[in-house]
């Protein structure tokens, strides 16, 4: 039998977790669906963000949720040239940690730049929302981070 | 505003090219023109399906090609009553492996036709197939399996297979 006689077919495998999501990240959550970005405060006075349910330094409760950004620096990125599919965006992007104003951790979130050389540490970006009624309480409710005074 | 936000869905997805090779190839074309073909083992006789194209024990190549029967026999199943996400068929419903009259190793299929408290070791059951201008390269062109109305083989016949 020839090679070409071989038989080759897609073969997708594919399975959703519907996990709950608990108080914090739930709040979380439906702040982002709110158009709000919140952070947990901890005893130490910092603020995480995204919010955990304990503090990660300390392992205590956190505190009150309180909304930071929707801007901030980009502390570091990295270039996606190619993106997959189901990625944030469908053109080159930046992953990036931005630090949101208020906020005293780096969120892992997309920035949409022209290039890397349109990138750097320190730049300031600000999120670009979805519009309301496309928003469902998601990461990916914030489309992507844009550079500051960027036309949104 | 509406209720919080409690669920989170998190779909995870992996996309493969799937080459069946040599072996299953010729079984899958088989499968396209409604029959069961296994190879059988120079060395030690045993006949495999679906054919992998090399003996597990013996590691030879299985150059001989067997045409199975239609029918076989249940050696051993299980009754489907959870339901699960993705599921296509009602629940319940059986899953046995099946050893092929022919065959030296058994195989999963559906069993259909018959009510879930009536199956058993031994019973001998039959191939469904599609129509004829549905068949393809594919499981999906077996439909299920069904009880032939044979008499039940003996244990003995399948106890090895088990």
């Given at each position: 039998?020839?090679?070409?006689?071989?038989?080759?077919?897609?073969?997708?495998?594919?399975?959703?977790?519907?996990?709950?999501?608990?108080?914090?990240?739930?709040?979380?959550?439906t702040g982002l669906r709110d158009g709000k970005i919140l952070g947990a405060t901890t005893g130490g006075g910092r603020v995480v963000v995204p919010p955990t349910e304990y503090d990660p330094i300390t392992s205590e409760d956190v505190g009150e949720l309180v909304e930071v950004g929707p801007s901030g620096?980009?502390?570091?990125?990295?270039?996606?040239?190619?993106?997959?599919?189901?990625?944030?965006?469908?053109?080159?992007?930046?992953?990036?940690?931005?630090?949101?104003?208020?906020?005293?951790?780096?969120?892992?979130?997309?920035?949409?730049a022209a290039g890397p050389e349109a990138m750097a540490s320190g730049m300031r970006v600000t999120a670009r929302w979805r519009s309301a009624g496309d928003r469902i309480g998601h990461l990916r409710d914030i489309e992507c981070f844009v550079a500051e005074g960027a036309r949104g | 505003m509406s209720e919080?936000?409690?669920?989170?869905?998190?779909?995870?997805?992996?996309?493969?090219?799937?080459?069946?090779?040599?072996?299953?190839?010729?079984?899958?074309?088989?499968?396209?023109?409604?029959?069961?073909?296994?190879?059988?083992?120079?060395?030690?006789?045993?006949?495999?399906?679906?054919?992998?194209?090399?003996?597990?024990?013996?590691?030879?190549?299985?150059?001989?090609?067997?045409?199975?029967?239609?029918?076989?026999?249940?050696?051993?199943?299980?009754?489907?009553?959870?339901?699960?996400?993705?599921?296509?068929?009602?629940?319940?419903?059986?899953?046995?492996?099946?050893?092929?009259?022919?065959?030296?190793?058994?195989?999963?299929?559906?069993?259909?036709?018959?009510?879930?408290?009536?199956?058993?070791?031994?019973?001998?059951?039959?191939?469904?197939?599609?129509?004829?201008?549905?068949?393809?390269?594919?499981?999906?062109?077996?439909?299920?399996?069904?009880?032939?109305?044979?008499?039940?083989?003996?244990?003995?016949?399948?106890?090895?297979?088990?």
């Open positions: 039998m020839a090679e070409s006689e071989v038989l080759r077919a897609p073969h997708t495998i594919e399975y959703t977790y519907t996990r709950s999501v608990g108080p914090v990240i739930g709040a979380f959550l620096i980009v502390t570091t990125w990295a270039w996606a040239a190619r993106p997959l599919p189901d990625q944030p965006l469908d053109r080159p992007f930046a992953w990036a940690l931005v630090q949101l104003d208020g906020a005293d951790t780096g969120m892992l979130h997309v920035v949409d | 919080p936000v409690t669920m989170l869905e998190t779909p995870i997805r992996i996309d493969y090219e799937f080459t069946a090779g040599l072996a299953q190839s010729r079984y899958l074309k088989g499968i396209a023109e409604g029959r069961f073909l296994g190879q059988r083992c120079p060395k030690c006789g045993k006949v495999y399906v679906p054919p992998r194209g090399s003996c597990p024990t013996d590691g030879v190549p299985t150059t001989d090609e067997v045409v199975l029967g239609n029918t076989g026999i249940v050696t051993t199943y299980c009754v489907v009553n959870v339901p699960f996400q993705g599921q296509s068929i009602e629940i319940p419903y059986i899953c046995a492996q099946i050893l092929l009259d022919g065959a030296n190793i058994a195989f999963m299929g559906l069993i259909q036709e018959v009510p879930t408290d009536e199956i058993r070791m031994g019973m001998r059951v039959e191939a469904v197939w599609v129509d004829k201008k549905d068949l393809g390269p594919t499981m999906a062109s077996v439909k299920y399996f069904r009880p032939s109305g044979e008499p039940d083989a003996a244990y003995e016949t399948y106890e090895e297979y088990l």
